[in-house]
């Protein structure tokens, strides 16, 4: 069960973060009030600041409805008690997520999501999601549930494809060329380091645009091989940068860096 969940919620995360679902509108009206009832225990951070998803809480929400066949997030959710950590805390930002949806300023999802090789040349703010992707889990994808849940409207530019050939040397090229570029164009970088990996290319890109005076949010996982480096580097280049140690805080922080009209650049 616990590969079950984590398969059926990177799937429709997946689907979420691309534009390519949308919960059906009592699908949404149940996850809101599941989400807004732990928000109540947990705080304004909800479901992913530790919010109970109690067996009785997804019952409820899975209770009979003519169109309760067709909801996606049904098997996830039935999935849900036996699953990884991992899976679960997924879920709970998918959730937090969907509690925000439809907020009136923000613009559709399709408009503020850019994925590797697709290009942004767009007028509106943006954040480059920085940091590990070969050896590293999918910590860009719970990125940007979490800035939707907090209701910023930037672009998220993403560098982790879907699929990537690796071992093509004209990929290869093609990757570091996109990365090169559109680092430039982001107006906040948001680096995460995770704990699997030493991830020499994020170092290089983080001291290259901590050098360039680049608005910088810094993460790295407390067990993360490199953090004292990271740490102490940035402490004598960039003082102004603090390096967080969780994901979230990391979002929250390259969130507030972006510019005071966020929907277009001045």
Do not use: K
């Not at 050896?135 to 800035?147: D, E, I, T």
């Not at 530019?157 to 990365?179: D, L, Y």
């Not at 906040?188 to 645009?209: N, R």
């Amino acid at each position: 069960m616990t590969d079950e969940l984590q398969s059926l919620a990177d799937a429709l995360t997946a689907d979420y973060v691309n534009g390519r679902w949308e919960p059906e509108a009592t699908e949404e009206h149940r996850a809101r009030i599941l989400a807004t009832q732990a928000s109540t225990d947990a705080g304004l951070d909800g479901l992913a600041a530790g919010g109970v998803l109690s067996t009785g809480s997804i019952e409820q929400m899975l209770r009979p409805h003519p169109e309760l066949g067709s909801w996606r997030l049904a098997p996830v959710l039935r999935a849900y008690p036996d699953g990884s950590p991992d899976g679960q805390a997924l879920v709970r930002e998918l959730l937090d997520t969907i509690a925000v949806a439809g907020f009136p300023l923000l613009p559709p999802r399709t408009l503020r999501y850019v994925e590797a090789p697709a290009r942004y040349d767009g007028d509106a703010v943006s954040i480059f999601l920085g940091g590990g992707i070969t050896g590293c889990p999918n910590w860009q994808r719970r990125a940007v549930l979490q800035l939707d849940a907090i209701g910023s409207p930037a672009v998220v530019i993403n560098p982790r494809r879907a699929v990537f050939p690796v071992g093509e040397a004209a990929a290869t090229r093609e990757q570091t060329t996109w990365e090169y570029e559109h680092l430039r164009i982001a107006d906040v970088i948001l680096f995460w380091f995770c704990a699997e990996a030493v991830q020499p290319i994020a170092l290089y890109e983080l001291g290259a645009h901590a050098a360039r005076g680049t608005r910088l949010a810094v993460g790295a996982h407390p067990h993360y091989p490199r953090l004292l480096d990271v740490v102490e580097q940035l402490r004598l280049a960039r003082p102004d940068v603090t390096v967080h140690e969780s994901l979230q805080a990391t979002v929250r922080a390259a969130a507030a860096l972006l510019p005071a009209n966020p929907t277009t650049r001045a």
